[in-house]
């Protein structure tokens, strides 16, 4: 066997079909473009139309696999159609991606109910519903897989995590219980988990440079995160390659995690 054909066997998501919450930006874009050049045929879900317009324009313009659904993932109902929609490119999905996330964080103390709501179902519901629809359907074909993306404040709190932080750490939780479930019938579930990354999410931090350097320092390899960074994780944990890989953490964070 031939490098290419190893590495073919290993990672190729040739015939394969992802759906990626939060794919038209950020870490969310990257993953979904890196899923894309692997070979699956990428469904791209978010709020906004023109962001999700453009990268989809982007991707199929170099002869990439790539729709879109525009979907607030906020409502019950919207996470549902979104899920159907979704399926109507290419068909059933065997990867899902959920990087959607919203990021507000007040102070605990002034942290009210709707934050904690909006926050609780952006951030955890949507996912879940996600993978009620998804996950049984993957068992039943005898693939799938599950891929979050977490947040450092779901293990240490740091810069107001708030209700924000408590959702990223039930997403793991989630991970770990889709995980018990599906993976005896071959759907691995798993979460990456980022350090700092310069991207919309994170506008509030990344608009001081005193933090941003702050940040740097403390990761290990010197400088904070890129949205493609997440590339190659992201194709291991949704090819055979991690087959024999669930329920666990993976931190792509420089070091950060440990320094």
């Not at 109902?77 to 507000?104: H, M, Q, T, Y």
């Amino acid at each position: 066997m031939n490098v290419d054909s190893h590495l073919a066997a290993l990672f190729s998501l040739e015939g394969r079909v992802a759906v990626v919450t939060g794919g038209s930006s950020g870490i969310g874009r990257a993953i979904a473009e890196s899923l894309a050049r692997a070979g699956a045929g990428v469904v791209l879900v978010a709020r906004g139309e023109a962001g999700l317009v453009a990268a989809v324009e982007e991707m199929t313009a170099e002869g990439l696999r790539a729709a879109w659904v525009s979907a607030d993932l906020g409502e019950r109902d919207g996470v549902r159609a979104a899920a159907e929609r979704a399926v109507e490119a290419f068909g059933e999905p065997d990867i899902l991606v959920n990087s959607a996330g919203i990021n507000l964080r007040p102070p605990m103390g002034e942290l009210g109910e709707d934050v904690w709501d909006t926050t609780m179902s952006v951030n955890l519901e949507a996912p879940y519903l996600l993978g009620r629809r998804f996950g049984p359907g993957m068992a039943e074909r005898g693939f799938g897989r599950i891929v979050h993306v977490s947040s450092q404040q779901a293990h240490r709190a740091f810069v107001n995590s708030g209700a924000y932080g408590v959702s990223k750490g039930a997403l793991e939780a989630l991970a770990r219980s889709q995980a018990e479930a599906w993976s005896p019938y071959g759907v691995t579930c798993n979460t990456l988990v980022p350090g700092f990354v310069m991207t919309p999410l994170n506008e509030r931090l990344s608009s001081d440079p005193a933090k941003v350097r702050e940040l740097a320092e403390r990761t290990m390899v010197g400088r904070n995160g890129l949205a493609e960074d997440f590339a190659g994780a992201a194709v291991f944990l949704a090819s055979g390659a991690s087959g024999y890989v669930t329920g666990q953490t993976l931190f792509v964070d420089g070091g950060f995690s440990v320094h």
